[in-house]
């Protein structure tokens, strides 16, 4: 049985710390404070641009109506964190086999009882935490899980966090200045309703390209994890799974194509990850290098 230490909010189950389960509505109301900022700011820079900038104005209004659409079903359908002993046991199993082999500390561990993000490690206060979606988990096999959860290990053993908080502030700084220099164009002069409007969309364009970077990342967190959990062929069939459970998550979110071209460029994901095809071939091929022939037993 888990056992919960609540000074922390954290229960520990098998020697793994698990978030303690919260609320829907205390886990989802500053996410919806913070669309209705999104909605106020682009309001704001409409209304701005309007008079001298007409197109500007469309631009920008356009941006912010398929913002909001895009994060109302997200936070319609996003849960809170859970806690099961059975899948806390699931998990706590492999996470601290694969650990110890890694010689990494043991991350705290958040099930989410939402399918919006699959398999994800994030850094807190410098504190890792895996995140998982309790109803992937529960439809995987232990196989499939160990396999992934070592994947996410070798973000965590190959210090992944840095180089994805440097490409996330580069975009926000090229967003910042490509918006004050578009703003001075235009008008002279630095129009804070329009320019602060402008940030995101110019920094959603900067993060398009420097998401391409984070493909070597992705390639080399499947070589480490295939090489952790030494189960190559469980991962690439692990990751088609994930892929297809993501896919589904963004059909029922944004709808299938080509309806979702509506909500272009904010309901597709960012080229973030190398395509799936290659992703399985290199691991098959990694199974393929690793099987050892046996000798024949005969003469």
Not at 44 to 67: D, L, M, T
Not at 108 to 116: M, N, Q
């Amino acid at each position: 049985m888990g056992r919960e230490r609540k000074e922390d909010r954290v229960v520990v189950c098998d020697g793994v710390e698990f978030m303690a389960p919260s609320g829907r509505v205390r886990a989802n109301w500053i996410r919806w404070l913070n669309m209705l900022l999104i909605a106020a700011i682009g309001v704001w820079g409409v209304s701005g641009a309007f008079h001298r900038h007409p197109y500007v104005a469309v631009a920008i209004g356009v941006f912010y109506i398929e913002a909001c659409l895009v994060q109302i079903p997200a936070l319609i359908r996003s849960g809170g964190v859970v806690f099961r002993d059975d899948l806390a046991r699931k998990v706590a199993t492999p996470l601290r086999e694969l650990t110890a082999i890694a010689h990494c500390a043991v991350p705290r561990v958040v099930l989410r009882d939402d399918a919006i993000r699959v398999a994800v490690v994030v850094q807190v206060r410098r504190a890792v935490r895996l995140i998982l979606s309790s109803q992937w988990a529960d439809s995987v096999g232990d196989r499939q899980l160990r396999a992934v959860v070592a994947h996410e290990l070798a973000h965590v053993v190959h210090s992944d966090f840095r180089a994805i908080r440097i490409r996330q502030q580069v975009a926000l700084y090229v967003g910042i200045a490509a918006s004050i220099a578009f703003t001075v164009i235009a008008t002279g002069t630095v129009t804070l309703s329009m320019y602060v409007a402008l940030i995101p969309l110019f920094a959603l364009g900067a993060r398009v390209p420097l998401s391409v970077l984070n493909r070597r990342l992705e390639r080399q967190a499947d070589s480490g994890g295939a090489q952790l959990s030494g189960d190559p062929n469980g991962l690439a069939m692990a990751l088609v799974e994930v892929k297809s459970f993501g896919d589904a998550t963004r059909r029922r979110l944004y709808g299938a194509k080509p309806w979702r071209w509506l909500l272009f460029p904010l309901s597709f994901s960012m080229p973030t990850h190398p395509a799936m095809s290659k992703r399985v071939r290199m691991l098959t091929e990694t199974a393929r290098d690793q099987m050892v022939i046996l000798p024949s037993s005969g003469p």
